[in-house]
């Protein structure tokens, strides 16, 4: 488990989508520094590497230079999320935590990249931008089958996609599940 801390809920986290420059600057109030590289100088679109491994003594993320647009900002949200999972035992104050969030995994991924891919889905696609309930909320008036609830996740991810095309149907169907499994 971890938990987010109190400034990133006040620049609008999981309310609006957040961008680049809300990036930046939560970048700069934590002391990260960001690097871009170029396909020629790395492999990797994204890593976050920990002050204790920085050559600089800072943490560092860097991002693969030839992405942008929504992929960049997955990619930047993400590797945030992991500065947050190594600071959250002893630098914030918390307002809400991803308690739970071990027993669940998106594809074959661990926890901690689920945790990643967690706070990159609610930085960029706010609960609130979901529309109507959330699965959860519905299934207590009403229980569902697994059928019913496949149904109903095929059915929101096509109504997603048709607002927010630059998301893919995959990332969006994760979205919905950040939304059930951690009530985010």
């Known amino acids: 488990m971890f938990k987010i801390p109190r400034h ?30 170029t396909r020629s100088e790395c492999s990797f679109y994204g890593a976050f590497i920990p002050a204790t491994k920085s050559p600089t003594g800072k943490p560092i993320i860097l991002l693969g230079g030839e992405l942008n647009g929504v992929p960049l900002l ?5 590797e945030l999320g ?27 991924i661990c926890k901690k990249e689920y945790q990643a891919h ?20 519905i299934q207590k008036v009403r229980k569902f089958s697994k059928v019913e609830r496949r149904e109903w996740s095929l059915k929101k991810v096509k109504e997603l996609r ?22 985010m």
Do not use: M
């Open 8 to 37: 990133f809920f006040k620049i609008g986290f999981n309310e609006r989508i957040l961008t680049a420059n809300d990036f930046h600057e939560c970048c700069k109030f934590y002391g990260i520094e960001v690097k871009l590289f």
């Open 118 to 137: 967690a706070i990159a889905a609610c930085a960029l696609l706010p609960k609130s931008f979901l529309g109507s309930k959330t699965f959860r909320e």
């Open 162 to 183: 048709e607002k927010y095309s630059e998301y893919t149907e995959e990332w969006l169907g994760f979205r919905l599940r950040v939304a059930t499994t951690l009530n």
């Open 82 to 108: 992991h500065y947050f999972q190594l600071s959250s035992k002893s630098v914030f104050q918390h307002t809400h935590s991803f308690e739970g969030s071990e027993k669940y995994t998106f594809g074959n």
């Open 74 to 78: 997955i990619t930047a949200f993400h």
